[in-house]
């Protein structure tokens, strides 16, 4: 399943664009809620299913966020962020699972490598952690990327 682009939240002055927000799981329902809790914010949410399908939006060049589900069959979340940042590099990610942290770190998790929240997430935590994870000074703009207000 792979569903368009979503164009939520407030319009964006001409010539600003909105931060791609990626959302990967292998389970419908998370995508749904995924989609509720972040649909009425000022993101572009891309939300599929298939691994490639996401590999090849962060190929493109305009993802600026990726939130996987760590618990996947064929590749876990942490392998999917780490193939992820090989394309590219400071590509933020936050981890979502339903395993203890202590799991995670165990299966080399190096902590502040990306972001875990532990299912099920309270809703304004998920948005307080994708907006810090997208303002300006929480990561490098690209250089294409003008500071744009609202």
Not at 20 to 41: F, M, T
Not at 50 to 77: H, I, K, N, W
Not at 109 to 130: A, S
Request: net charge positive.
């Amino acid at each position: 399943m792979i569903r368009e682009p979503y164009q939520g939240g407030p319009a964006l002055p001409a010539g600003c664009r909105k931060p791609v927000v990626l959302c990967l799981d292998d389970e419908r329902a998370i995508l749904s809620a995924l989609h509720r809790v972040l649909r009425n914010e000022s993101y572009e949410l891309f939300l599929t299913d298939q691994p490639e399908a996401a590999f090849q939006r962060v190929r493109r060049g305009d993802v600026s966020l990726v939130v996987t589900d760590y618990r996947m069959p064929g590749m876990d979340g942490l392998e999917v962020l780490r193939r992820m940042r090989q394309i590219a590099a400071d590509l933020p990610g936050v981890l979502l699972t339903g395993l203890p942290g202590e799991t995670i770190v165990a299966r080399n998790f190096r902590p502040g490598e990306f972001t875990i929240l532990h299912k099920p997430w309270d809703n304004d935590q998920l948005k307080r952690i994708v907006r810090s994870l997208l303002e300006p000074s929480g990561r490098d703009r690209l250089p294409s990327e003008e500071p744009c207000k609202r």
